[in-house]
């Protein structure tokens, strides 16, 4: 049987298809369809079957990530969203909180909110911080509420009250009446999407989910309905941002966790491919012709957060903690109001696309500069499948930035190179050196289909020992999704002082949380011996107003002891110090309820006898002002023999990336099929 992954991305839609039984992996990559991301994966599909001589028959497992629900936050093109909230709350969503994201950037806007303050309606009720009622919902109020919403034809609504999280009932009855109101209506009530504190942070989530609900279950409705015209057998997954597989059902009732959907597979993938090595702490490098997505997977173990900005909205739900930056294989250079030269974080996207593409594209990108450069195969990428035009790419930027700046096409099209490993260096530095870790403790990860291509500079930039480069980068976040687990995140607020009176209270909501993972995983059809738990515990010092997350093995009644002394120790990761005697209190309990997938690995099928066997062309690469243009060697990568040496410079191509080796570093394969690459740092 056969297992496809797949990840639709906003230049390419990658595919991998592995056979469960020999562990061969095949790889198809296609130009997404912005206009109807469904249509990319409707074509590619039959396209990588046909590829391994199988039809949907042969599936027994499909998982997809996609970019639509982030997309649609960033076009603002969701749907016409009203929000209910107890009476005078509803200005919280466009107030939030007082903090600038730049503190002397005096052109920093906020967006707009996405529900007008017409389409906020308020609800006479009030529950206190304990969850007792205050105020009793008035029926006559809310009834006024959601008339007035139907009366502005909204397709979606949001409902968010006080402290709900504690007592979800006032919630509860208004969706009843909606419901009869607007019978066609997308719902999202916040003690169901994020029953935790923090009003503004769970209202924003519950909304921004509203907001994207009608749409995205419109996508996966069309998806899926796909899929299984052409794998009838095949019940297919989406992958959630915190790395974790969902149910089709779970993606329609929370689109909002999808946000981070395929670069969260990717992290998943690079960290199990990495670890199965031998390199438990890795920098992953993802580089996409729009973004590039960077994190830190440390013991093997990605790092979660909770708290993100999606399209300028706070988003607070379990995932994965990547940093994005508008940097890829097609953001645009161009010359800002002082003359200087920028790159991104504009991007061509799939549509025009890069200039040498041949799709319209008239702005030169970074793909652009990279042919110019030699590093890119001047005739066709994607083996062969995509012609590219290195000549209109010269043409475009000798005339928008060499010429303007007085520079050499060279010179020009280097700078735009070192531009943006620029930026991508300071993102590296923000997710290690500035939170304490030893960037030399590290191995960088490089995938996507530029991150090999840009991996040398930037180990060098950030002085990193060495590159991972897996087989088949291009598609490392498909790939991943076939490495990842069905995972459920659970939650409750449990803000009381930690100390050995309230512990038992804690292992209750513990207790109650895994009764309910026990449940979902029963109904994703997960067997008792497949599934297994991860607790936390976010707790802080009193007095502080934000809190730290604690990992514990177990959460037993004879556990207190244990929680301290882990508080402590990750206190001072995080903040370099802690505070004994200080008394401590706990915010939110939390647990993963991970059903284990099975997962063959995928075994390497390359290596021919001779490195000589590898030698694909010869062409003259540039590789900075010092050293010009080095004649260099270009390998096929399948062909490359297990253990050969390769040293710089010199070019490893395959269908899906390019890796650059530059002068002084030197390349081997490893039996699992990975370029290591030694720095020479």
């Not at 670069?263 to 702490?281: D, L």
Request: a negative charge; glycine letters at 10%.
């Amino acid at each position: 049987m056969y297992r496809l992954g797949i990840d639709v991305g906003g230049t390419f839609t990658d595919f991998t298809l592995l056979n469960a039984d020999t562990g061969q992996a095949t790889h198809y990559k296609a130009p997404s369809t912005p206009s109807d991301p469904a249509e990319s994966i409707r074509k590619g599909i039959p396209a990588i079957l046909k590829r391994a001589g199988v039809d949907g028959t042969a599936l027994s497992f499909l998982g997809h990530g996609t970019t639509v629900a982030t997309n649609m936050a960033i076009e603002r093109r969701g749907a016409r969203t009203g929000l209910i909230t107890t009476k005078g709350f509803r200005d919280v969503l466009e107030v939030g909180r007082q903090l600038r994201p730049h503190l002397y950037d005096y052109t920093q806007t906020k967006p707009p909110p996405i529900v007008p303050r017409r389409h906020r309606r308020e609800v006479e009720e009030r529950l206190a911080a304990d969850g007792s009622v205050l105020t009793p919902l008035c029926e006559t109020s809310a009834r006024a509420a959601v008339d007035r919403l139907a009366d502005a034809g909204v397709d979606a609504v949001a409902v968010c009250f006080l402290h709900s999280y504690r007592a979800p009932a006032h919630e509860q009855r208004i969706r009843a009446m909606i419901e009869k109101t607007l019978p066609d209506a997308y719902i999202s009530l916040s003690s169901d999407v994020l029953p935790e504190f923090r009003e503004y942070e769970r209202m924003s989530t519950t909304v921004l989910n509203a907001y994207l609900g009608p749409a995205m279950a419109n996508y996966l409705k069309g998806f899926f309905e796909s899929v299984k015209a052409m794998a009838p057998d095949t019940e297919p997954y989406t992958i959630h941002s915190n790395g974790g597989l969902m149910t089709a059902a779970t993606a329609r009732d929370y689109p909002v966790r999808t946000c981070l959907s395929g670069p969260a597979a990717g992290v998943v993938g690079a960290s199990e491919v990495a670890r199965a090595a031998g390199f438990p702490h890795i920098i992953t490098y993802d580089v996409g012709g729009t973004s590039t997505d960077i994190s830190v997977v440390r013991d093997a173990q990605p790092a979660f957060t909770s708290d993100r900005q999606v399209a300028g909205f706070p988003v607070r739900t379990p995932m994965l903690d990547i940093h994005v930056i508008g940097a890829g294989g097609g953001s645009i250079a161009w010359l800002d109001d002082a003359g200087a030269l920028k790159v991104g974080p504009r991007s061509a996207g799939a549509a025009p696309g890069p200039v040498a593409y041949g799709l319209g594209g008239t702005e030169p990108t970074l793909t652009d500069a990279n042919l110019v450069l030699g590093r890119l195969n001047p005739r066709a990428l994607v083996d062969g499948a995509m012609p590219v035009d290195a000549e209109g790419a010269k043409a475009a930027i000798e005339a928008q930035v060499a010429e303007p700046l007085g520079l050499t096409v060279d010179a020009a099209a280097f700078g735009m190179l070192e531009i943006a490993i620029a930026n991508m260096s300071r993102a590296i530095r923000s997710v290690t050196t500035e939170r304490g870790h030893d960037i030399s403790d590290f191995a960088l990860f490089a995938y996507g289909g530029a991150g090999p291509l840009h991996a040398g500079e930037l180990a060098l930039e950030c002085r990193i020992p060495r590159i991972i480069v897996p087989e088949e980068p291009g598609t490392m976040c498909a790939r991943g999704i076939l490495l990842s687990d069905i995972v459920h995140d659970l939650v409750r607020s449990a803000i009381a002082r930690a100390d050995r009176a309230a512990w038992g209270h804690v292992c209750g909501l513990f207790e109650d949380m895994r009764a309910e993972g026990e449940a979902r995983l029963s109904r994703d059809g997960v067997e008792t011996a497949d599934r297994t738990y991860r607790y936390f515990i976010e707790a802080r010092y009193v007095g502080q107003n934000h809190e730290v997350r604690i990992a514990l093995d177990t959460v037993g009644r004879d556990g207190f002891d244990n929680f301290v002394q882990r508080f402590a120790a990750r206190h001072t990761q995080e903040y370099g110090y802690d505070i004994p005697g200080r008394p401590v209190e706990t915010v939110n309990c939390r647990i993963q309820a991970i059903g284990r997938v099975a997962r063959p690995d995928a075994r390497f099928q390359g290596g021919a006898d001779s490195l000589d066997d590898a030698v694909r062309d010869r062409r003259a690469v540039y590789v900075g002002e010092a050293q010009g243009w080095c004649e260099s060697v270009v390998y096929w990568r399948q062909n490359i023999p297990i253990g050969a040496a390769i040293d710089g410079p010199a070019i490893i191509e395959e269908m899906s990336a390019t890796t650059v080796l530059l002068p002084g570093q030197r390349a081997t394969v490893d039996p699992m099929g990975n370029i290591i690459i030694e720095t020479g740092l």
